[in-house]
């Protein structure tokens, strides 16, 4: 009984990351209409943010099938949703100045570039010093901050085209998804069922709003 749940747990796991690369998707395209140069950046992040994701999701297949848990897929989550985030939120940002069309690739390219080279020797000398979960904590921390960052800028671009409902629904996946992470598990079989339907639902609602949101910008064009 405990093995088909962790099984169904699982593949809920597998379509709640397919739900929301859809919405980053969804995000990517936005950001190319804007501005090619900004759009590379945030396809970049997209990309990296959905590696992890997806990675992290098919180690909790592998392990619900044949009970062992991979440490690096686990471990990618973190280690490309960070840079990943910063990336997108860098985009977004740059996206919402009003002469984005004028930026240059350097201006683009360059803090994103250096902060995220940075952030890897930083969590590479965190592990090989320290060990244990610091690094782990470090990158928590990095994508956290930068998925504030990024879902803060989704409601304002929402609110600029007067739509308080899109910009509602993008607070509303945040606040979902910061307090399961925030709450962590237990351990317990409950616990991991609250989780990943609480997840399921918060990216549901985020892949809704940037599909909105991405048709919403493109009829203002």
């Known amino acids: 009984m405990r093995e088909q749940s962790s099984l169904t747990l699982a593949i809920i796991a597998l379509l709640s990351a397919a739900v929301f690369i859809f919405g980053l998707v969804q995000l990517a395209r936005m950001l190319r209409r804007n501005n090619e140069i900004i759009g590379e950046l945030g396809v970049m ?28 897929l686990k471990n990618s989550l973190l280690f490309l949703s960070a840079p990943g985030f910063v990336c997108l939120a860098w985009a977004l940002w740059q996206a919402s100045q009003k002469d984005s069309t004028a930026l240059t690739a350097g201006k683009v390219w360059l803090l994103p570039l250096f902060f995220n080279g940075g952030l890897l020797a930083l969590t590479v000398a965190l592990k090989m010093v320290k060990g244990g979960q610091t690094w ?19 409601a304002q671009a929402a609110l600029r085209l007067q739509n308080q409902f899109l910009a509602g629904m993008f607070i509303l996946s945040l606040g979902m998804s910061l307090a399961m992470t925030f709450r962590g ?37």
């Open 45 to 72: 992040g997209v990309l990296l943010i959905s590696g992890g994701n997806l990675l992290n999701a098919i180690g909790k297949l592998l392990a619900a099938t044949n009970g062992h848990e991979s440490a690096w």
């Open 185 to 221: 598990s237990d351990g317990t079989l409950a616990a991991e069922w609250a989780q990943q339907i609480s997840n399921l639902l918060s990216r549901s609602i985020f892949a809704f709003s940037a599909f909105k949101l991405l048709r919403l910008a493109a009829g203002k064009r």
């Open 136 to 154: 782990l904590n470090l990158l928590l921390f990095i994508a956290t901050v930068a998925s504030v960052a990024a879902f803060v800028q989704l």
